[in-house]
């Protein structure tokens, strides 16, 4: 069974700094590029970050470029993002998932919650 | 960027169709096949129903169907049903290496 399990979500003070973590299990994560999607409070989705299987190319979304990364480690199966300079209108539901294709997002995690706010 | 723009909510009784319309640019989803839509229960993970413009993954009901005509992209849920409620998302690649979502529409079956 595809699974990925996401943590590190929190409570963080603007200008604070979180890493997120997606574990996968069930397939073959070194063969997948990987996303980060979120979903503020209420509101609809936004594309964040990208990674190829590789980790050789890397975009991301204008709202989150220089202070976002997002890596990976294909030996532990592994998606991060480091979120540094947080802001308030960072705070949203933050989902990993697979792509097989620009938009084609077929596995997702849970989801986690990060907060920021004073 | 501004996000594609979608209806608010629909709505519909069940056995009826629907389409929920997804309108863009001539820069995203104007020029490039790569549109696909989510299914999202409050709560929930979204969870991927139409890719490219108009492919099913396995494993999802053929009352759902996808379309793109010029800018705008369509989908559209045939012989709807009580569990189809949910939140619906629209993406467009934009030709930048970055992906854009629609606003999101509520359907509701009445």
């Known amino acids: 069974e595809v699974q990925l399990v996401q943590s590190g979500g929190g409570l963080v003070r603007p200008g604070g700094s979180l890493r997120l973590s997606c574990a996968a299990s069930?397939?073959?994560?070194?063969?997948?590029?990987m996303n980060w999607v979120r979903q503020a409070p209420g509101k609809g989705l936004e594309w964040v970050s990208y990674?190829?299987?590789?980790?050789?190319?890397?975009y991301y979304a204008d709202s989150v470029k220089g202070r976002f990364t997002i890596s990976r480690d294909n030996f532990k199966n592994s998606l991060y993002l480091q979120m540094n300079s947080l802001r308030d209108e960072d705070t949203a539901v933050y989902y990993c998932a697979t792509s097989s294709a620009w938009g084609v997002f077929g596995y997702w995690g849970q989801g986690t919650l990060v907060t920021v706010s004073s | 960027q501004s996000a594609l723009t979608q209806p608010a909510s629909v709505s519909g009784s069940p056995g009826q169709s629907i389409t929920i319309s997804c309108t863009g640019t001539?820069?995203?989803?104007?020029?490039?096949?790569?549109i696909s839509w989510y299914q999202q229960y409050p709560g929930k993970a979204p969870k991927l129903m139409i890719y490219?413009?108009?492919k099913r993954p396995s494993g999802v009901s053929n009352r759902f169907s996808g379309s793109k005509s010029g800018n705008t992209a369509s989908l559209t849920i045939s012989g709807l049903q009580a569990e189809d409620e949910a939140d619906y998302y629209c993406c467009s690649y934009t030709g930048t290496r970055t992906l854009l979502f629609g606003g999101g529409t509520k359907l509701t079956v009445l």
């Open positions: 069930g397939f073959t994560f070194s063969s997948y590029s």
């Open positions: 990674i190829t299987s590789g980790s050789t190319t890397i």
């Open positions: 001539s820069s995203d989803v104007g020029s490039y096949n790569l």
């Open positions: 490219e413009v108009t």
